[in-house]
């Protein structure tokens, strides 16, 4: 699928990644490679390893890479701390945006963005400046000016949450963002808000990867590429059409796919 | 778990004020008897009513036991074996501060509170406690054009006997517990205060203590009268030098706020609280009280402990006054094995008196962290109301904390309201920061000072800014 020839290298590449927590093994030698401008959507049951696959590429310390490599724009970052892969450019949206009690909103998107902008070589801003630059974000996500001063993701609605974290990825404007289940819990409004966010995010120099359940989200942004996760392996990759007759023919219908195999 | 590890890591600061100054001090003999009260008396020069006041307080500790109900442990003190006056030896009079010994002064420097006229913090009147004397006392002649008083107290027995006669020992009797009888018989300096009828004290005023030497205790006493219509705001700051001995300080504060007057008293706790294993540190055990005597008075405590081996303290409120107001503001960290046991008394008396008690605890290593709190309704207490948040974070899963709140009403026409919870940081929260480029280090301390959020708002801005910077060092350390 993707051995015709690209014009520009990848951002994302991830060979034959085995992954385990606790000795229990999660991913079982998963590959899969993002291009710039690229939309990959990841489906799969619940369990199958979507989850823990944007985890391990984002750095969370609960799991243990037995096997593969992952590389980000041709270097390999398997050592790397979770801060470090963000300020260089890899963003996770959560699929449960975590709460932080006391610490206010604005302070941390502020702190998140410095951290990237440090990065880039780019000035750093203070309250002010920064205040500019967050309401012009703001507008992508339709999110009030008031939920910056609340405490982060504290109290916030299922939808509030996600629209944070794609407020997060505006701020941060990263080389590729994995977004985990973003468009759970959405309703039709939020999802189309969140969706046109993504889209006016990303461009033809990022990529993005979509974990979700639903085709619905897809219809909004399409994917070029789909994959369906089981077991902790990749077991099969088509295109937009793939997800639609998933939809139809339910997880049910990959399992022959397995024993194809 | 990887990050576990981390956050044990990042919790081990090393102590920043350690050093011990190479003075030469004048140190009576170890123990304690009458003798020994007369000689530190005679050698203040005090007048009569002085030494009466100690000797009586002096005989009622011989009959007191030492306390054991709080959620302590530690080795019996022997308390003939500490000295219980420690001085560094100056010239007899100082007239001004040229005169100090510069190792002094330099000593100040390194603690960050300059005390010479060029490099004097400029808009708060510091009074510099070394051992057992003060040192120096900077902007007296400004505070005193608005009839303000701030000395050490001896001077103040000295030159306003009449004020230390009539409230010395009024709102912390002698009698009232152990280390107060202790700190009555042998305290040796401390500060006095005395802001005037209808006078807002023009500038923050301000103690820092120091205990240098390793065998002396430290006892000060701090007197503070606010006279009506007036306000003033204290703070305290206190450090010492890492030894593998414990070295006790017994303090005792009092305030008086008169008829609309108001005190807010913020201290800074740093003082050593020994190593990893708990060996040397400061023991903390303070009685620190305000008495709301005036109608429409208010006492507000805010306190940040982060230091000694064992901290015991209950800066409390009687709300005497109509309509009077009791304030504690806490945040406790302890780390290792540290042990802190704190919180506040609000005895409310009369009616229409009202008490707020937000009380924060850290605890990351092994340590022990308590809030204790007494709220007290009065018979006369009509329509007093209590408001008490205790909450407490656990860093780490060796760490402990306790909240033991104590209610007491006898009158039916008030409210008392109490909310405590518990949170540890968790790993997920720990990556949620890390993942949008927040280091681990600054992660643990954004977390920590938003837990802390609503006491450091209630600390005046320079001290705030301090304690926050403050305990980000005592959370950072050696991740790379």
Same mark, same amino acid.
């Given at each position: 699928m993707q051995s015709k020839m690209k014009e520009s290298d990848p951002i994302l590449e991830v060979e034959?990644?085995?992954?385990?927590?606790?000795?229990?093994?999660?991913?079982?030698?998963?590959?899969?490679?993002?291009?710039?401008?690229?939309?990959?959507?990841?489906?799969?049951?619940?369990?199958?390893?979507?989850?823990?696959?944007?985890?391990?590429?984002?750095?969370?310390?609960?799991y243990n890479i037995t096997n593969g490599d992952i590389k980000f724009l041709g270097e390999n970052i398997n050592s790397l701390e979770p801060e470090e892969r963000s300020q260089s450019g890899i963003f996770l949206g959560f699929q449960y945006p975590i709460e932080i009690p006391g610490v206010?909103?604005?302070?941390?998107?502020?702190?998140?963005?410095?951290?990237?902008r440090k990065f880039l070589n780019k000035e750093e801003l203070d309250t002010f400046d920064f205040e500019v630059l967050v309401k012009e974000k703001l507008e992508i996500v339709k999110m009030d000016h008031a939920f910056l001063s609340?405490?982060?993701?504290?109290?916030? *609605? +299922?939808?509030? &949450?996600?629209? #944070?974290?794609?407020?997060?990825?505006? !701020?941060?404007?990263?080389?590729?963002?994995? $977004? %985990?289940?973003?468009?759970?819990?959405?309703?039709?409004?939020?999802?189309?808000?969140?969706? *046109? +966010?993504?889209? &006016?995010?990303? #461009?033809?120099?990022?990529?993005?990867? !979509?974990?979700?359940?639903?085709?619905?989200? $897809? %219809?909004?942004?399409?994917?070029?590429?789909?994959?369906?996760?089981?077991?902790?392996?990749?077991i099969k990759t088509g295109d937009s059409d793939l997800a639609l007759e998933l939809e139809e023919k339910g997880y049910e219908w990959t399992d022959n796919f397995i024993k194809e195999t | 778990m990887v990050n576990e590890n981390l956050v044990k890591d990042v919790v081990k600061e090393p102590y920043k004020y350690g050093f011990v100054t190479d003075i030469e001090t004048e140190k009576i003999e170890k123990g304690l008897n009458e003798d020994i009260i007369k000689l530190i008396s005679q050698k203040k020069e005090e007048p009569k009513f002085l030494l009466d006041f100690r000797l009586k307080a002096f005989k009622k500790w011989q009959k007191m036991k030492e306390p054991n109900w709080a959620a302590l442990g530690y080795k019996k003190i022997d308390y003939q074996d500490i000295i219980y006056y420690s001085a560094p030896k100056q010239k007899e009079k100082i007239s001004s501060l040229d005169e100090v010994d510069p190792k002094l002064l330099e000593t100040f420097d390194k603690l960050g509170i300059p005390l010479t006229e060029q490099k004097k913090l400029t808009n708060v009147a510091v009074?510099?406690?070394?051992?057992?004397?003060?040192?120096?006392?900077?902007?007296?002649?400004?505070?005193?054009?608005?009839g303000v008083i701030f000395c050490s107290i001896s001077e103040a027995v000295k030159n306003h006997a009449d004020l230390i006669e009539k409230y010395l020992g009024t709102v912390v009797p002698a009698s009232d517990n152990y280390f107060a009888a202790l700190n009555s018989a042998v305290f040796s300096d401390g500060s006095f205060v005395y802001i005037p009828k209808g006078v807002t004290c023009p500038m923050d005023l301000s103690s820092y203590f120091r205990i240098n030497s390793g065998d002396s205790g430290q006892f000060e006493r701090t007197l503070i009268i606010a006279e009506e219509s007036s306000s003033v705001s204290y703070l305290e700051g206190c450090t010492a030098p890492m030894f593998d001995t414990n070295t006790l300080h017994a303090a005792v504060v009092e305030l008086i706020a008169l008829d609309d007057a108001?005190?807010?008293?913020?201290?800074?706790?740093?003082?050593?609280?020994?190593?990893?294993?708990?060996?040397?540190?400061?023991?903390?055990?303070?009685?620190?009280?305000?008495?709301?005597?005036?109608?429409?008075?208010?006492?507000?405590?805010?306190?940040?402990?982060?230091?000694?081996?064992?901290?015991?303290?209950y800066p409390s409120c009687l709300l005497l006054g109509?309509?009077?107001?009791?304030?504690?503001?806490?945040?406790?960290?302890?780390?290792?094995?540290?042990?802190?046991?704190?919180?506040?008394?609000?005895?409310?008396?009369?009616?229409?008196?009202?008490?707020?008690?937000?009380?924060?605890?850290?605890?990351?290593?092994?340590?022990?962290?308590?809030?204790?709190?007494?709220?007290?309704?009065?018979?006369?207490a009509t329509g007093s109301r209590n408001y008490s948040q205790c909450d407490s974070m656990l860093i780490g899963d060796q760490a402990s904390a306790n909240t033991?709140?104590?209610?007491?009403?006898?009158?039916?026409?008030?409210?008392?309201?109490?909310?405590?919870?518990?949170?540890?940081?968790?790993?997920?929260?720990?990556?949620?920061?890390?993942?949008?480029?927040?280091?681990?280090e600054e992660a643990v301390s954004m977390m920590v000072s938003g837990f802390c959020r609503d006491v450091f708002n209630q600390l005046p801005m320079e001290f705030a800014a301090e304690a926050d910077k403050l305990l980000a060092l005592k959370l950072e350390g050696s991740v790379g």
């Open positions: 034959n990644l085995s992954a385990s927590t606790d000795n229990l093994p999660i991913l079982k030698g998963v590959s899969l490679t993002v291009y710039p401008g690229e939309i990959h959507a990841i489906m799969g049951r619940n369990g199958c390893g979507k989850s823990t696959l944007s985890k391990i590429i984002a750095g969370h310390p609960s206010s909103n604005l302070e941390f998107l502020r702190v998140s963005t410095n951290a990237r609340r405490s982060v993701n504290q109290g916030f *609605s +299922g939808g509030e &949450k996600k629209r #944070n974290e794609i407020l997060q990825m505006a !701020l941060l404007e990263p080389k590729i963002a994995i $977004l %985990d289940e973003t468009d759970s819990g959405l309703d039709i409004d939020a999802l189309r808000i969140v969706a *046109s +966010g993504i889209k &006016k995010i990303s #461009n033809a120099q990022t990529g993005i990867i !979509l974990i979700t359940h639903y085709q619905r989200l $897809l %219809d909004e942004i399409k994917p070029n590429y789909v994959h369906v996760m089981s077991d902790g392996q990749i | 009074d510099a406690v070394f051992d057992s004397v003060s040192i120096a006392t900077t902007f007296r002649e400004e505070l005193a054009e608005h108001s005190i807010k008293y913020s201290t800074v706790q740093n003082w050593y609280a020994g190593d990893e294993e708990g060996i040397g540190g400061i023991f903390n055990f303070v009685t620190k009280r305000g008495k709301c005597l005036g109608k429409r008075s208010k006492i507000s405590w805010s306190q940040v402990e982060t230091g000694s081996a064992i901290t015991w303290k109509e309509e009077s107001v009791g304030e504690f503001y806490s945040v406790a960290l302890t780390n290792n094995l540290q042990q802190a046991d704190t919180g506040t008394k609000m005895i409310h008396i009369g009616p229409k008196t009202k008490s707020t008690i937000v009380s924060k605890g850290i605890s990351a290593g092994n340590s022990k962290n308590s809030y204790r709190g007494l709220v007290k309704m009065g018979t006369k033991f709140p104590y209610i007491k009403s006898q009158q039916p026409n008030s409210e008392i309201e109490h909310e405590a919870s518990t949170c540890r940081i968790s790993e997920d929260q720990l990556f949620y920061l890390q993942s949008r480029g927040i280091e681990f």
